[in-house]
């Protein structure tokens, strides 16, 4: 049985090629990695306590060549940077977003509420429009909630798991047939 340091993600492939999307057509380290690559990545990195830094060993089946093996490091290094940009990025949106239903929820929670308090009446159908418009009210608040005390865990999750791995050593390693 092979016992894996923790922080160690291995990946083994036949080519560096194979570790890129083969759709990009950018010749750089601006080169986005393969879906299935980032996904086993990623997937590998989520097993790993947050205590452990991250390493990546990516073991090549070709014969030893240093330009390949620091586009590598440098492709992984600017994808994981980029993702984490990106994440970011949609963070702020989010948040953004979630400022502005606040502020519309809050408007139409007033609103819905000012209009219960005009109902006097103790008939079964005021009293029935009473509750429904303060239920509106506060359904009207459930998108910001929402956004505020949940959707913006796994976002800040993610940009610290891919700082990680931007930051995670990478080792390249030549296996010639």
């Not at 291995?10 to 980032?38: G, K, V, W, Y």
């Amino acid at each position: 049985m092979i016992v894996r340091p923790p922080g160690l993600i291995e990946i083994r492939l036949t080519q560096a090629s194979q570790l890129f999307n083969s759709m990009d057509p950018s010749p750089f380290h601006e080169r986005d990695l393969d879906h299935d690559a980032e996904e086993y990545i990623v997937s590998w990195a989520r097993e790993v306590h947050e205590d452990h830094p991250f390493r990546l060993r990516i073991v090549l089946r070709e014969a030893a060549n240093p330009e390949v093996a620091r586009f590598v490091r440098e492709s992984i290094r600017h994808y994981f940077d980029y993702r984490t940009a990106q994440y970011g990025r949609d963070l702020r949106k989010m948040l953004r977003e979630g400022r502005s239903s606040l502020f519309i929820g809050l408007a139409f929670l007033a609103a819905t509420l000012a209009l219960a308090s005009m109902i006097k009446s103790d008939a079964g159908w005021a009293s029935l429009l009473r509750e429904g418009l303060t239920i509106c009210g506060w359904v009207g608040m459930w998108r910001p909630i929402e956004i505020h005390l949940y959707r913006w865990w796994p976002i800040r999750r993610d940009i610290i798991l891919h700082r990680k791995l931007s930051e995670a050593d990478v080792e390249v390693v030549f296996e010639p047939n």
